[in-house]
């Protein structure tokens, strides 16, 4: 019952014979606790007419529409600024910006910047110190007496659009209010159900935990705690960043991260291992028929998106046994934890 292979090294390589010794890293001893009958309650996703308007107020604000004025700049206008930070004569880190966006009342700078601002025009310059509150988020600052110099590059004003037919038909195949808020409502009643299934999915599994016995091999965490890392460098990678110098923001080494979600990572490689015993036990298994259908489909998005190229060769770089096995562990992973709500949701 082998996780992987983690050594090998021949001992003897003769005319007579070759000895060789290979290490592998094999699945511990689980005794799985009671994974039926957890009673785990699955709450109710209802939508408010509240949320369905903060979600239209939202794309009405992702519309607005920006023009520059001449006027002296005031709440709600957008203001590009450059500004320099001073702590007793020294630029502090991240205290130095050009052409820096700011939308007045917005509260996203420092307590008390965006006063300062306000009522200054295009071409003007202010300084002005400011006392940081001492529970302030940012701790390198807080309590500190900061100098400002700030110059307004440009002052904007906003026109919100109005939900009328012709904006309503801007966002889609819709020809009433009523049809956008019918969509808007099914949209949070979809994203509210994910949330609720995943936390139902990880009460159950905490559940079965907690009175399952099994040591998690070390290589298993370290394991867990690579993917965490490569999810993190991901998504800030979509957001334009990296991951040193991310890290040198917050302080932190990749080593003292890890360490910090080293009792997550140790929690996460457990549920996994139990969702494995649960597979076994029950006997649960992926039909390939299931398999090959996913993988056409997948393949034939992959074609239209375009990543690969068109035609057949942008499926070359693809290793179809290796999507597969990716494919046949999602497909089966789910099926385990469709198996274990169907045991464990209370009536």
Not at 180 to 199: A, F, P
Not at 301 to 330: F, H, W
């Amino acid at each position: 019952d082998v996780i992987n292979q983690v050594g090998f090294e021949i001992k003897e390589n003769s005319a007579d014979k070759l000895v060789y010794q290979a290490t592998f890293l094999v699945f511990p001893e689980l005794i799985l606790g009671e994974y039926k009958g957890l009673g785990i309650k699955k709450n109710t996703v209802t939508v408010s007419d509240i949320e369905i308007k903060k979600v239209l107020d939202n794309v009405l604000k992702s519309r607005t529409v920006f023009s520059e004025v001449k006027r002296p700049a005031q709440k709600g206008d957008r203001v590009e600024v450059d500004f320099t930070i001073k702590n007793e004569g020294a630029i502090i880190e991240g205290g130095k910006s050009e052409n820096h966006p700011i939308i007045l009342g917005d509260g996203k700078f420092v307590p008390g910047f965006e006063e300062q601002i306000a009522g200054m025009k295009t071409g003007e310059t202010n300084h002005f110190s400011l006392k940081i509150p001492a529970d302030y988020y940012q701790k390198t600052i807080a309590g500190k007496e900061l100098d400002f110099e700030v110059a307004v590059k440009k002052v904007e004003d906003e026109t919100v659009p109005k939900i009328d037919d012709k904006f309503i038909k801007s966002l889609g195949n819709f020809h009433s209010l009523k049809e956008l808020e019918t969509s808007v409502n099914q949209g949070l009643i979809m994203e509210k159900e994910t949330k609720e299934r995943d936390r139902v999915r990880l009460a159950i599994l905490e559940k079965i935990a907690s009175t399952t016995k099994v040591k998690v091999p070390p290589e298993l965490i370290e394991n867990r705690l690579d993917a965490m890392l490569r999810d993190l460098d991901n998504e800030l990678h979509q957001k334009g960043m990296e991951l040193g110098l991310y890290l040198a923001h917050i302080k932190k080494t990749q080593d003292e991260i890890r360490q910090e979600w080293r009792p997550k990572a140790e929690s996460q490689a457990k549920m996994g291992l139990i969702a494995r015993a649960v597979t076994r036990t029950e006997n649960l298994a992926v039909d390939e028929e299931e398999v090959n259908e996913e993988l056409r489909v997948v393949l034939q998005q992959y074609v239209m998106s375009g990543q690969g190229g068109t035609g057949p060769e942008a499926l070359q770089n693809i290793n179809p046994e290796e999507l597969k096995n990716k494919i046949r562990d999602t497909l089966l992973n789910e099926k385990v934890f469709e198996f274990l709500e169907k045991q464990n949701i209370a009536a």
